[in-house]
């Protein structure tokens, strides 16, 4: 466990105190002069650090809530107990870096390395006025965040990731998107996948007990994947329906399909009215398609690509969201012939309000139902 030395407040700098910081520290890696970068418990919340060599810099216990690190060089730097959620990490090198008690919660990792890295449990200690040691472990659950566990890798975004060597001691995988995610010689002990998504996975590195996985998304079955005719010949119909003002064809029912067969057919695709309750679209691409009025109510659209289609009056009660995009997309009030006007429906979908920034809006998401979650506060606030 770690001792604050700097006291219980963290020191906030602006981006042009980090940006000193950072210029100076690569000078120091680059053998050049300059300071390595002793960053340790300061908020540096929503900044720029993206694209920086930050080898063996040092984060312990900093809070970097929403912050931007994508493409960083972060070797061996420490991220001790560090506040990591919602950052963008994609194609951040993090190999040997310590990151025990860090939380990624919501965080952006596709494509980083975390090989040989240490992700085991740990949690922040701090020395009071009177000399007392206090764990920040209060802090840390009005957060939502485990404080019995490792590091907390919970609904991150994680395709492609490798945590090849790593230490994953108490990790918390739930509802994590691990595509294609690596686990080679990992050590997985105490882990929970819970309802993550594990497709292009190689479950024989996990190693895990079956109750690990309760939930766990997996590849297409081979049931699935023999529906693919099926599923396309209900497109082609719904299609054909749509085209012919409903003289020809049938509307298309998929609730509780696994649609994932389908793969590249639902881009631009005219799919008015298309019903898709409980249905698995994980990773789908839906851009560019026509989907007024389209039912999704308690499907699973992790990580789907919504850009620039037009949703005009779906309803997406209840359905999982997270790393869905929708820039571009028209979520706008839907006015029909008779004059009636329907309005998109997020009441109770699992998303935040910042993947609807770049969204066509005539309300904002929060009177479409979206839940209004608060602003994350730092952990150690």
Known sequence: MLKNLYGEKRVARTQQELNSVLLSHERYVTYRGGARAQLAHCELDGLALANRNLTEADF??????????????????????????????????????????????????????????????????????????????????????????????????????????????GADFTGAILHGANFKNAKLTNVTFKNAVLTGVNLQDLAVPAEALAGCISDVTPAAAAKFDHLKAQLDSHQRWIASGGAKGSPANFDGEDLRPLHKLLVGRPLTGLSARGANCIGLDFSGSQLQAAKFDGADLRDANFLNADLRAASLRDAKLAHARFEGTNLGHLVLANGTTLAPDLHGADATEEQFYKAVLDSSVSALGLPVVEKLAPLGA
């Not at 566990?149 to 991150?156: A, L």
Request: with cysteine; hydrophobic share 40%; net charge neutral.
């Open 60 to 169: 312990s216990g900093a809070s970097l809530v929403g912050a931007n690190l994508y493409g960083s060089n972060l070797e061996r730097a420490s991220l001790y107990c560090a506040d990591l959620r919602e950052c963008d990490l994609q194609c951040a090198k993090l190999a040997r870096a310590d990151l025990r008690g860090a939380s990624f919660k919501g965080a952006k990792l596709a494509f980083a390395v975390l090989d040989n890295a240490d992700l085991r449990a740990a949690m922040m200690m701090y020395v009071s006025a009177d000399g007392d040691l206090i764990v920040d472990r209060e802090r840390r659950e009005r957060a939502g965040v485990s404080t019995g566990s490792g590091v907390d890798f919970s609904n991150c975004s994680m395709k492609g990731v490798s945590f090849g060597n790593a230490k994953l001691d």
